[in-house]
């Protein structure tokens, strides 16, 4: 995609983040579903842990339902008509520090899922039966 021209071309084109963040939430809560299928709801330990992980099911698909709604609503926002802005307060220390924070936090989350990535995928093969 060529870089955007206007603010609002600039929101469309990072509204899949949200929307892949959501995905990815709703992809756990269903892991987590299923990990309760193997709990003994008669079991006092087992309840315990049915209960927790209910709540987070539950939290997992409300954050991933507003990560949706936020992703359509960053894309809706690409023909916003371009308005003047203050080109120096575009590239001062404040703005500079924002994107710098922003790269970092890409970054620190790319790789924890690239660890957690390896981590899955040696259980998925364990699950399968497969040999590493």
């Known amino acids: 995609m060529e870089d955007p021209s206007t603010c609002g071309q600039g929101l469309s084109s990072r509204s899949p983040l949200p929307a892949k963040l ?34 987070l099911v539950t939290g997992h698909r ?34 500079h520090k924002a994107f710098e924070r922003f790269i970092r936090r890409e970054q620190a989350l790319a790789a924890l899922l690239q ?8 259980m998925l093969r364990a699950m399968s039966g497969s040999p590493d």
């Open 22 to 55: 959501g995905e990815l939430l709703t992809a756990l809560a269903q892991v987590l579903e299923a990990h309760m299928r193997a709990l003994e709801p008669t079991d006092v330990n087992a309840r315990k842990e049915l209960d927790a992980y209910a709540t």
């Open 115 to 122: 660890d957690q990535l390896a981590q899955d995928e040696q």
């Open 62 to 95: 409300d954050i991933a339902d507003r990560l949706a709604a936020i992703s359509e609503q960053m894309a809706g926002y690409r023909d916003l008509p371009m308005a003047p802005h203050n080109e120096a307060s575009m590239s001062d220390t404040v703005a």
